[in-house]
């Protein structure tokens, strides 16, 4: 179903998927009253440009469908994603990209049936959650670096963005699509650093992939033997 003006819409019980073109302020209402189990949900970018100093009710979203299974909230401005998304368990499609988190959630580690992430153009975005391992069923994660594959200028001194990729990435066995990997300087009291040596074992990396090396990147001579690509043999390019 496509909505222009949710302001006094009653949302059918059997209704399942849902793009929404009403303002945020008149957006709330049928999130809270509806009892519709809905199983995809999209709201229109075009609507974002007279609304950015509306905050969407992304929190109203997460409590009240739980039976998502697709979920863009790109072009949203979301600046603090809720806890709550962790409470999705049958997500498989997240769509997170040109939004303004720093952080996300630690829950989003349970949406263990999710197989696709699309975080691309959230540039004040610094770090990935602790466990992002635990997304076992995860195939496809996009990511985006300041200043690659984009048109975005933020200045020679900008420093934000990813500043590593986070610790168990070669233990996602179902990691079909990595856009970019992130090598820089892990600022926590954690031993092991991430190193390109991670990327071993995710053999079944396809397509292309771009390695972005921080300037703050401190490579130890331990690990200097190479060879950390030999088993991707489905990749078809890789860019440093």
Same mark, same amino acid.
């Given at each position: 179903i496509f909505i222009a003006d949710s302001g006094k819409l009653k949302l059918d019980e059997k209704l399942r998927h849902l793009y929404d073109c009403a303002s945020y302020d008149r957006t709330e209402g049928f999130i809270t009253a509806t009892t519709a189990k809905i199983r995809s949900y999209a709201q229109d970018c075009e609507s974002c440009s007279y609304a950015k100093d509306v905050q969407f009710p992304v929190r109203? *979203? *997460? +409590? /009240?469908?739980?039976?998502l299974r697709v979920l863009d909230l790109s072009c949203l401005n979301i600046t603090d994603l809720p806890n709550a998304i962790g409470g999705l368990l049958h997500l498989r499609w997240l769509d997170l990209s040109h939004n303004e988190m720093k952080m996300l959630p630690k829950s989003l580690t349970k949406l263990i049936n999710l197989q696709f992430l699309d975080l691309r153009e959230c540039y004040k975005l610094e770090e990935l959650p602790k466990d992002f391992n635990e997304l076992v069923n995860l195939r496809t994660l996009f990511l985006s670096y300041p200043g690659i594959n984009d048109e975005t200028s933020l200045g020679e001194d900008y420093r934000g963005g990813l500043r590593y990729m986070p610790l168990g990435m070669e233990k996602m066995a179902c990691l079909t699509t990595l856009n970019m990997f992130i090598l820089g300087q892990r600022k926590s009291s954690m031993k092991r650093e991430v190193r390109l040596e991670d990327l071993? +074992?995710?053999r /079944? *990396?396809?397509g292309s992939l771009h390695i972005c090396i921080r300037a703050d990147y401190k490579h130890s001579q331990e690990y200097g033997r190479g060879g950390y690509l030999c088993n991707t043999e489905y990749l078809k390019s890789i860019t440093i």
């Open positions: 109203a *979203l *997460l +409590v /009240n469908w739980r039976s071993r +074992v995710p /079944n *990396l396809r």
